[in-house]
């Protein structure tokens, strides 16, 4: 019989293995808890595990049990009731205490809650971000890449234990022993031909010395051979790895946020909560994706993270001001040939005047040609505004590259990110 035996160090009392059988089995179950925790969470409060629980009957465990039918002798240890030929009462359905936690009341036996556990922060992450991506990320030229990927390339007589080529190595060794041995063999194998020769003389004509020595020299050579080891430092040979520079994915996402007057503290907590899920997104998921924080009222200026999220700042509303602010980041520091470029904006759909039909051209002319992807999320329980107008006719023109969304309330925040940041087909 064969024993297969996991090595792998786990926690203590823990199974990673098998808790991660657990969450590919009841993923749906577990998403749709995550889900929820997502909508109730506060802006702050993203990076925590969750606690999630599972209905007992949808973990239930398949059982072998006899079908009806047939004869069958059981004996019943400690029987005190029952006697052969009694005939027992079917138990009836409803809350018998039997463990299934459904039913009606009893005065005995126990039930069973929901099945309860605790997801850790990388689980948890994982589950929210499950099946969304980047869209049309494309490889760029090579011009100043840090971007390396290892390539074989043959072997070499220096290299760590881990890659050692076997193969290799003992044919070294076979010929270095060949080698080696060759002229051991032939210098002893010429001794034993005159041994045999000098023992097959006539006892008379022999000569003791000559037998003595040859015999002495036969020894010699056979430890010797024995001397020569089987493989040596020197047959040692190692795969070869050279680091071969790569098309680089870098990638710049824009967070574009209005935070003019017209924008409630509940609007803006929406949208915070928003790039919050984008921005945690973009950190898990991918090393080089740079991250740029525009705010804007009837002026743009690119912040920090910190004051992105939690500055107090507001004014009128000139939404065109934040696309010319992202063109002329995009000219001054991330070419298109070389970046693949994102903007996500958040707005209540309130702007100035005719500066709609400005946000319009700035994007058709000068920013949709170089951005991979612009989505555009309005945050307002209205009617759309002369914004969202313009946007579309951008959208019609950009289809697979534009997308448009609106939020009403909260709980409208994570099933809008999934939908415009969703793996799609390559286009």
Same mark, same amino acid.
């Given at each position: ?36 925790? !997502? ?108 971007? !390396? ?258 939020? !009403? ?19």
């Amino acid at each position: 019989m064969t024993y297969f035996i996991d090595r792998r160090a786990n926690a203590k009392h823990k199974s990673a293995v098998n808790r991660q059988r657990f969450l590919d089995r009841y993923r749906t179950h577990i998403k749709r808890s995550v889900e929820e925790a !997502v909508n109730r969470r506060s802006i702050t409060d993203m990076e925590r595990g969750e606690k999630v629980s599972i209905p007992a009957r949808d973990i239930s465990e398949p059982v072998f049990q006899h079908g009806p039918g047939g004869k069958r002798a059981i004996v019943a240890p400690g029987n005190k009731e029952f006697v052969e030929g009694d005939r027992l009462r079917r138990p009836g359905g409803g809350g018998g205490g039997d463990g299934a936690g459904e039913g009606g009341a009893s005065n005995q036996g126990e039930g069973m809650d929901e099945f309860a556990f605790t997801l850790s922060r990388e689980e948890f992450l994982d589950f929210v971000f499950d099946g969304l991506e980047l869209p049309h990320l494309e490889r760029k030229n090579l011009v100043d890449l840090d971007e !390396v990927r290892q390539v074989r390339a043959g072997v070499s007589r220096d290299g760590t234990p881990a890659r050692i080529n076997i193969v290799r190595s003992m044919r070294e060794a076979q010929a270095r022993r060949i080698a080696m041995r060759a002229p051991i063999r032939r210098a002893l194998r010429e001794a034993t031909e005159a041994l045999a020769e000098e023992e097959r003389k006539d006892p008379v004509l022999r000569n003791p010395a000559r037998i003595s020595a040859l015999k002495e020299e036969i020894e010699r050579l056979e430890k010797r051979l024995e001397a020569v080891p089987f493989i040596d430092t020197y047959d040692l040979r190692y795969n070869n790895l050279i680091d071969q520079p790569q098309p680089s994915s870098k990638a710049v996402m824009f967070c574009v946020m209005d935070v003019s007057g017209s924008m409630t503290q509940a609007h803006k907590d929406i949208a915070k909560r928003f790039f919050l899920l984008l921005y945690l997104f973009l950190e898990r998921n991918y090393e080089k994706v740079e991250l740029v924080f525009v705010r804007h009222h009837t002026a743009a200026k690119e912040v920090d993270e910190e004051e992105f999220f939690y500055s107090r700042e507001t004014g009128g509303t000139i939404v065109s001001s934040a696309l010319t602010l992202v063109d002329e980041i995009i000219e001054a520091r991330y070419p298109s040939g070389q970046w693949n470029l994102y903007v996500a904006q958040a707005s209540d759909g309130d702007n100035w005047d005719d500066d709609s039909v400005a946000c319009r051209k700035l994007l058709v002319e000068r920013l949709m040609p170089r951005l991979q992807y612009f989505t555009y999320v309005e945050i307002t329980p209205h009617a759309h505004q002369a914004l969202w107008e313009e946007y579309e006719r951008v959208e019609a023109e950009y289809d697979a590259r534009f997308a448009m969304r609106q939020i !009403v309330e909260a709980g409208d925040i994570y099933p809008v990110f999934r939908e415009l940041f969703k793996r799609r087909a390559a286009f």
